[in-house]
């Protein structure tokens, strides 16, 4: 019984742990922090299983897509694919101001549609920041790349 007992309680330790790790696609190609990486992946599937859908992949092929699209406004129109651009002030902590913007995105109309669309099932992310030297004021910017419009 003290056997089965053991077996049972590192059983579940293993799956608690391995269900702590995030599931991502083509990790390879990642650049983004895995803080960051972690925080779109819970931002947009938290969103999203409230809604009663499955969670998307997070994709490190998109997080180049949203990368090249930083770069290249209007490069993720030509592939078709969705895309979702938010910026944000911050002062101490960027993960705190990125972990305020998805709970604020959540009543922007238009995010909701794209971190909800029932069609996507892929996406990834890329932040920039920057400081506007007109006020002095730091940001960062974030963009997603879905494999779905």
Request: glycine share 6%; hydrophobic share 35%.
């Amino acid at each position: 019984m003290k056997v089965a007992l053991a077996l049972l309680v590192t059983l579940v330790s293993v799956n608690v742990m391995e269900a702590a790790e995030d599931v991502i696609d083509n990790p390879e190609k990642c650049f983004v922090d895995r803080q960051f990486r972690n925080l779109f992946d819970r931002g947009h599937n938290k969103l999203r299983l409230s809604k009663g859908l499955p969670e998307m992949v997070y994709d490190c092929e998109f997080e180049e897509h949203a990368r090249e699209e930083e770069e290249n406004n209007g490069y993720l129109d030509g592939k078709g694919y969705g895309k979702l651009v938010f910026e944000r002030t911050y002062d101490r902590s960027v993960l705190r101001a990125v972990e305020r913007a998805f709970n604020e995105l959540k009543s922007d109309a238009n995010a909701v549609a794209l971190i909800a669309n029932p069609e996507a099932t892929r996406f990834g992310c890329w932040g920039r920041l920057f400081r506007v030297k007109s006020t002095g004021e730091k940001k960062t910017r974030v963009t997603c790349a879905y494999d779905k419009k």
